[in-house]
């Protein structure tokens, strides 16, 4: 079974709203990451947050993690019609070794 | 440097049939990752590959696919013989291990149709 789980698994929202989708996961982890993957394409990573870091910032990008709780939440703020993709979050196994291993998926529309 | 580069981008094969996916790595990056993504299943690692090395191999779903890193620059999967369930897009991505942030990059993915 996948480590991580998103939710929601679809999100539809107004341009200039904020976006929250949440990951957990399962074991012990080295770091999380989210990504984001428009349709048809690769997946392009936006933020990794390492496991001693609780909160991170890039941009309209906000990322927060909770070992205790194994979840993380990205926030998008001011949503643009650009952002509409779908959005993984994924952790490198602590397990010596370094599997990738991704959620299923939020699917974020947002509408002009 | 151009990215990881997958190819073909997209090939349609009949039932039967081996196929063989191509993958070259970002230069350096000495980690490869094969994933496949369906709408059923999401994105699943299948195996991935330290310095050449298959290191967890344990996605594979069965016997008919086999994975290869001859050298740092090129890996393949092949499906032999292929089966409509196969039917998905395969993704390989690099990444540079042992730094501190394992970024993966992912090539545009190779979308397979078996028929």
């Known amino acids: 079974s996948q480590q991580g789980e998103e939710d929601p698994q679809a999100l539809s929202i107004q341009e200039g709203e904020n976006a929250t989708m949440n990951c957990s996961y399962k074991t012990s982890i080295n770091n999380l990451q989210w990504y984001r993957q428009n349709s048809g394409r690769g997946l392009v990573h936006l933020i990794l947050i390492r496991s001693n870091e609780r909160e991170k910032h890039s941009g309209r990008l906000r990322v927060t993690l909770d070992t205790s709780k194994k979840s993380s939440s990205l926030l998008i703020t001011a949503s643009r019609a650009a952002d509409t993709a779908s959005y993984f979050c994924?952790?490198?196994?602590?397990?010596?070794?370094?599997?990738?291993?991704f959620g299923a998926g939020t699917r974020l529309f947002v509408k002009a | 440097d151009a990215g990881v580069i997958q190819s073909p981008r997209h090939e349609v094969t009949e039932m039967g049939q081996e196929v063989t996916l191509r993958c070259k790595p970002i230069s350096g990056h000495n980690s490869l990752f094969w994933y496949r993504q369906t709408m059923m299943r999401g994105l699943e690692l299948l195996i991935y590959?330290?310095?050449?090395?298959?290191?967890?191999d344990s996605g594979m779903p069965e016997d008919r696919f086999s994975a290869k890193m001859p050298n740092a620059s090129f890996s393949t999967l092949k499906i032999q013989p292929s089966e409509p369930r196969d039917s998905a897009v395969y993704f390989c991505?690099?990444?540079?291990?042992?730094?501190?942030?394992?970024?993966?990059?992912f090539g545009q993915g190779t979308r397979l149709t078996v028929v």
């Open positions: 991505a690099s990444s540079l291990m042992g730094s501190p942030d394992t970024e993966a990059f």
């Open positions: 994924a952790t490198d196994l602590d397990t010596g070794g370094f599997k990738t291993i």
């Open positions: 590959f330290n310095n050449n090395v298959p290191i967890d």
